[in-house]
């Protein structure tokens, strides 16, 4: 057990566009889901944390109104990155911990290639 | 400032050896402790996760956990090429007393290569 989804895997637009990323737990219920942005020979950066049915919570440098954090449903959280420009190309990954259990073990997502022309 | 530290390598071992990764955090009040694999290009996968201390053996892979020396370790023993990735140390630091809404600190990571 323990799967998560991420879909798209691989989104490419343009400049100035929105684009959407979900983010699934697909055998548990998700107390808590996590976004990261990794840039390459990078370790993962944290950007926000969401909880369902509450306001995500940003790390320091995170704009919010840049990236918006929707956790829908314990099963579900998407990402969308609002007027996307080539900086925001990156590798973005979503985790997932278990409602019970308080161990604070992650399970990652396979992750989402952004690529901005 | 709560870090989490790995020696970034690359850390080579032949074929069949034993790679002994290593890491350590800053913060005291760390419980839980867990060790990523990364292939290039692919998301984390979890290999081990410790929250006692001494050592949790799972198949090749054995964590220890030292808390008094805030140093956590993986062992794998018969290297194999397939084993080639970079190691990710994380640390979660929970939210109130919550684990599970808690964030992962993450070290920069080891990259090991395993040669035939």
């Known amino acids: 057990g323990a799967v998560v989804s991420q879909h798209p895997s691989w989104v490419i637009c343009k400049s100035g566009t929105s684009v959407k990323i979900e983010c699934r737990s697909l055998d548990f219920q998700a107390t808590t889901m996590f976004w990261y942005r990794q840039f390459p020979k990078q370790s993962l950066m944290l950007m926000a944390t969401?909880?369902?049915?509450?306001?995500?919570?940003?790390e320091q440098g995170v704009e919010k109104d840049k990236f918006l954090i929707n956790h829908a449903s314990l099963t579900l959280s998407t990402l969308t990155v609002t007027s996307a420009h080539p900086e925001d190309s990156s590798f973005y990954i979503c985790?997932?911990?278990?409602?019970?259990?308080?161990?604070?073990?992650?399970?990652f997502g396979p992750g989402t290639r952004l690529l901005v022309l | 400032q709560k870090e989490v530290e790995q020696n970034s390598g690359p850390l080579s071992v032949p074929e069949g050896a034993i790679a002994s990764l290593n890491c350590t955090y800053s913060?005291?009040?760390?419980?839980?402790f867990f060790w990523y694999r990364q292939y290039s290009g692919k998301s984390p996968e979890l290999i081990m996760s410790i929250y006692s201390n001494g050592d949790k053996e799972d198949g090749r892979f054995t964590a220890q956990l030292n808390k008094a020396s805030q140093y956590v370790s993986l062992l794998i023993r018969d290297s194999q090429p397939s084993d080639s990735a970079t190691y990710l140390c994380?640390?979660?630091?929970?939210?109130?007393?919550?684990?599970?809404?808690?964030?992962?600190?993450f070290g920069q990571g080891t990259t090991l290569q395993v040669k035939p």
């Open positions: 969401s909880n369902e049915g509450s306001k995500a919570t940003y």
């Open positions: 994380a640390v979660n630091i929970p939210r109130g007393s919550s684990f599970s809404t808690g964030k992962l600190i």
């Open positions: 913060d005291r009040g760390s419980q839980s």
């Open positions: 985790s997932a911990t278990r409602r019970a259990g308080g161990s604070g073990t992650q399970y």
